[in-house]
């Protein structure tokens, strides 16, 4: 049997330790942190949630069986230890013995069963349960071939879990992290059903709980005094401000009322880095920025040469470079690189000049049946956003310019927008983002599997299919990257989606917030924070 490895154990120590011997310099005022956390969530519930917004909120309300330091590496969380077997195919996890629900009820094994089987549960309506197919018996839970409770996890006892996975997965620890894996106050469940996520139902295991909601203004959290390591958790209050117009809440910081951005104003970022040394952080992201081919109808349907051709034609220096400039990566692949485990499949086209680019794009437009004079006709979709909105018009003039293209652009708020991308009826092309959920390439891949509940392009090839079914049951380090780069291969050589740039994170951390960490998750828990006095955040002054 193998156990939790030694660098984990000294992470959590290190980061319990500092926490201890801090507690009493911060431990006067209320302290309350102002968080901007992008559009308003679309849901609470941690089994149906899907945003990176939404996720940020659910980090405090929730702890999974592991947790994250502030730098990202993996500790324990609601499990106090874990072993694996020698096949690596079972975990047995050890919950801790004071870890409590917000409302003081011992959390279970039961509890995290109970979690896992309605993630997986297709009653459920979860777009991630996908995630979960690593888990015996887990994709014929999904399919509604087998009942939930079919699903190879298992509490031994109150304090011990045991989950069996139907091949090794070097990643099913760091899958832990993410909300499909939290577990469920079934008393809240069952009294108060879908409401269960609302404002005085909601009952978690995490470091605050939910106080408040006012939709498209803010959420606020308080403290957890049940939560087993409340002594070492510093601030009392969280305040999460939902907004859409990253200029609006870069003034807010400026004026002092927030003490943290979810991103910058583009048009904004030479002025911030020159001007607000002590707040701009910028991180590699383990994102990819892109849009979606709606495969289901024409004008996409069956035509991977006007896909091809719209692919060429987007020149991803001027974007980066010129466009956005805080040092996102042109893609040139789908996985980004520094994954670990993977070499990248860089596609065909990668190494081409400019020129060769274009030349081929012109040549497949014409094939696909398009000109100048009979110009195909283009929608591109996007959530409301300022960068969004300039990486559309970018890409709509290069389309035009090159290739003649008509491109109409239709931005909407983030609800609608979601609705939207799934209907495709209503969809051609459409703005996304994937953020890994864990550092492996299969976080990328799997989305496009064609069962996938985040698949919105409709995206089915059989031989994508089988190289990640393959790679989900392969032992061999070795065989298993293969098989994801083979997969990746495929999924450039098809063009469902087109890889646009790598995401850096890019923000304004007011300096008296102590703490933060960039991590390439880009994952901050607020119980690893504290607030110095407040200064000025304002530079207008200097």
């Known amino acids: 049997m193998s156990h939790l490895p030694r660098s984990a154990l000294a992470a959590s ?100 069963v109970a979690g896992l089987r309605r993630s997986a549960d297709p009653k459920t309506g979860s777009h991630y349960s996908q995630m979960l197919a690593p888990i015996a018996n887990a994709e014929a839970v999904i399919e509604g071939k087998l009942p939930p409770p079919q699903l190879s996890v298992e509490a031994l006892d109150a304090r011990s879990l045991r989950i069996t996975l139907k091949g090794p997965t070097p990643y099913f620890l760091g899958m832990l992290v993410h909300s499909s894996t939290y577990p469920v106050h079934r008393a809240s469940l069952a009294a108060f059903g879908e409401q269960f996520s609302q404002p005085g139902k909601l009952v978690g295991n995490g470091a605050y709980t939910l106080v408040e909601r006012v939709v498209q203004s803010h959420i606020r959290l308080e403290r957890n005094p049940y939560y087993w390591d409340n002594a070492n958790t510093a601030i009392d209050e969280i305040r999460y401000i939902n907004t859409e117009d990253i200029n609006s809440e870069f003034k807010r910081f400026r004026a002092g009322e927030l003490d943290w951005t979810s991103q910058i104003p583009a048009n904004q970022g030479d002025w911030i880095r020159a001007n607000m040394k002590d707040s701009f952080h910028a991180h590699t992201y383990l994102g990819v920025y892109y849009y979606g081919f709606n495969l289901a109808r024409p004008p996409f349907k069956d035509n991977p040469k006007l896909r091809r051709a719209l692919t060429l034609a987007i020149d991803r220096d001027v974007i980066t470079k010129k466009g956005l400039g805080a040092g996102e990566q042109p893609a040139e692949s789908w996985v980004p690189p520094g994954v670990l485990g993977h070499r990248t499949a860089p596609a065909q086209w990668a190494g081409w000049t400019r020129e060769q680019r274009l030349a081929e794009a012109r040549r497949l437009y014409a094939e696909a049946g398009y000109s100048k004079e009979r110009p195909a006709e283009v929608e591109i979709r996007y959530n409301t956003h300022d960068d969004h909105k300039k990486v559309a018009t970018a890409i709509a003039a290069m389309w035009k310019q090159w290739l003649g293209v008509d491109t109409r652009l239709v931005n909407e708020e983030w609800k609608v927008y979601l609705q939207n991308r799934r209907l495709k009826a209503r969809t051609q092309v459409f703005r996304a983002g994937w953020i890994g959920d864990y550092n492996d390439a299969n976080s990328f891949l799997e989305i496009l599997q064609s069962t996938h509940g985040l698949n919105d392009t409709g995206y089915a090839s059989v031989a994508f299919d089988g190289l990640l079914a393959r790679a989900s049951i392969e032992a061999d380090p070795a065989g298993r990257e293969q098989l994801l780069r083979d997969a990746e291969q495929q999924l450039l050589d098809d063009l469902p989606v087109i890889p646009i740039y790598f995401y850096v994170t890019k923000r304004l951390v007011a300096p008296h917030v102590v703490g933060w960490k960039g991590n390439i998750m880009d994952h901050h828990p607020s119980r690893y924070l504290r607030l110095r006095d407040r200064a000025p955040t304002d530079v207008s002054r200097r």
């Open 13 to 112: 120590l290190i980061v319990l330790l500092t926490f201890a011997g801090a507690s009493e310099a911060w431990a006067a005022a209320k302290q309350t942190l102002r968080r901007g956390n992008g559009p308003e969530v679309e849901s609470l519930d941690p089994h149906k949630a899907e945003s990176v917004s939404a996720s940020t909120i659910l980090r405090d309300l929730y702890e999974g069986l592991v947790e994250e330091a502030p730098d990202g590496v993996l500790i324990p969380g609601a499990a106090e230890s874990w072993t694996i077997s020698e096949d690596q195919k079972t975990y047995v996890f050890t919950l801790r013995e004071n870890a409590r629900w917000s409302n003081g009820d011992p959390v279970t094994a039961d509890d995290f």
